[in-house]
């Protein structure tokens, strides 16, 4: 079992910047991939940004550009640098992790945070 906690959201005008972390804890797993999913009042939820082993990374288009998604594998920790924000960025933001029991390898799950609310004012 694998816990995911985010943090670092908040509002902030349009133009500026947040950075969001998502710590993973547990024991004894082993994760594939992380990233950052996002849920507007009214609208279905979305990917944002993916990162892999060897820091391969994707980005939605909406996004590509403004933010930049990272990983600190020692400290199990995923982060997402978000510049440039505009209003239509403002969602609760969501920690994904794709893991493993160490002992299990091929038992992959999706794990999910509570989520942080981002608000970008006009």
């Known amino acids: 079992q694998v816990q995911l906690m985010e943090s670092g959201g908040g509002l902030v005008q349009a133009g500026g910047s947040l950075r969001l972390s998502c710590v993973a804890s547990?024991?004894?797993?082993?994760?594939?991939?992380m990233g950052w999913y996002r849920q507007a009042p009214g609208k279905q939820r979305e990917s944002v940004a993916t990162?892999?082993?060897?820091?391969?990374?994707t980005y939605a288009n909406s996004v590509k550009g403004r933010f930049t998604i990272s990983r600190d594998n020692a400290k199990n920790t995923v982060y997402l640098q978000m510049n440039s924000l505009k209003p239509e960025d403002t969602a609760v933001y969501y920690c994904?992790?794709?893991?493993?029991?160490?002992?299990?390898?091929?038992?992959?799950?999706?794990?999910w945070g509570k989520g942080t609310l981002v608000t970008v004012s006009s």
């Open positions: 994904n992790a794709n893991a493993a029991p160490s002992a299990f390898p091929l038992l992959k799950s999706d794990y």
């Open positions: 547990g024991s004894a797993f082993n994760i594939n991939y």
């Open positions: 990162i892999r082993s060897g820091d391969t990374t």
